[in-house]
């Protein structure tokens, strides 16, 4: 039996493609690029460490839940599928964090992307997964965009293939499955696939696909910095523009994922008043919040709690509230 088969998820199977809402393009398509969908400037935040109306009374308009790894996975569907429909319920927006749903017959990480993997099997599988969860979720729930962690961990793994070749085979791919559902897809940025990492490289490869768009995700972009030797604010104000949606957390220190200790303990941190980057933080939130407000988009605050405790991750999503929204960030 698939790890899915229950009878709140059974009852969507027989959603028809094409039923999620779709969304002009402002903007032209082609090598000059075009101007990301635009679903209007809010904030939202994930689910796993606050409940939907605790959100609504700080005064957040929009949620993202995700599965992430924090509790078994059958409790952490159950509370996802309450959330959203609590988030219904209140009227706020909502995206979803693929995938939510997931399968015996897919044997590897559900949060890596494999979308660029060499092996043309493996990118199958891939697709597969992506196009059996949107099977599910899209005749329930018509999120303003999914995300999806596209670029995988790649770094010599291209060697005799034509990358270029499987980039645009694999965008294309993408493209025809969020045309069928109806659907916008979120592609997160990350930098450590060695051949897709270069920030104007993003931005071109997606220009030609109406129904794609890159996402910003704060903490990764650091880490891409660190990774590849980019410019975080450099970086920032190039990809932004084109964005369909930001992801705002933040770490400390100057290592990147497994390398780094601050990373392994406490994950994704939320943004604080006192965090410097003087004292080795990623970012000062204020700016980049500030900096946030320019832009059309979605602002989602993607945190643990594990860093400072709840007080810790209550002040910063009330700081978040009060510097995003009301411009005051003292």
């Not at 995206?95 to 494999?114: K, N, Q, R, S, V």
């Not at 291209?158 to 791919?173: T, V």
């Not at 025809?176 to 490289?201: K, M, S, V």
Request: charged share 20%; aromatic share 14%; hydrophobic share 35%.
């Amino acid at each position: 039996m698939g790890k899915t088969e229950q009878p709140e998820l059974q009852k969507n199977q027989e959603a028809l493609a094409g039923t999620g809402p779709t969304h002009e393009l402002r903007g032209v398509t082609g090598s000059e690029g075009r101007e990301p969908l635009k679903f209007g400037r809010s904030l939202g935040s994930n689910t796993n460490n606050v409940d939907v109306a605790t959100l609504a009374n700080l005064g957040f308009t929009r949620i993202e839940v995700c599965l992430g790894r924090h509790r078994p996975y059958h409790d952490m569907l159950e509370r996802i599928f309450s959330d959203l429909d609590a988030a219904k319920a209140l009227g706020m927006a909502y995206t979803i964090h693929l995938p939510l749903c997931l399968y015996d017959w897919f044997p590897f990480d559900y949060l890596d992307g494999y979308y660029l993997d060499p092996d043309p099997e493996k990118r199958a599988l891939a697709f597969r997964f992506l196009e059996e969860n949107l099977h599910q979720l899209t005749g329930r729930y018509q999120p303003d965009y999914f995300v999806i962690h596209f670029p995988g961990i790649y770094r010599n793994a291209y060697l005799g293939l034509d990358f270029q070749a499987i980039l645009h085979e694999s965008l294309g791919r993408l493209q025809l499955i969020a045309e069928a559902f109806g659907i916008t897809l979120a592609l997160e940025y990350f930098g450590a696939n060695r051949d897709f990492n270069r920030p104007e490289q993003w931005i071109e490869a997606l220009s030609d696909y109406s129904r794609l768009a890159p996402l910003l995700d704060t903490g990764h972009l650091y880490f891409s910095c660190l990774m590849n030797g980019y410019d975080f604010d450099e970086v920032f104000e190039l990809m932004a523009p084109h964005c369909v949606g930001f992801h705002v957390w933040t770490v400390q220190g100057k290592d990147y994922y497994g390398n780094s200790p601050f990373y392994r303990q406490y994950h994704h941190v939320v943004p604080h008043p006192g965090q410097l980057r003087s004292e080795g933080w990623a970012f000062e939130p204020g700016m980049v919040y500030h900096r946030l407000r320019a832009f059309e988009a979605p602002v989602v605050v993607e945190a643990t709690s594990l860093y400072g405790g709840r007080d810790y991750y209550f002040e910063g999503l009330r700081y978040a509230a009060d510097c995003y929204l009301g411009g005051d960030c003292e």
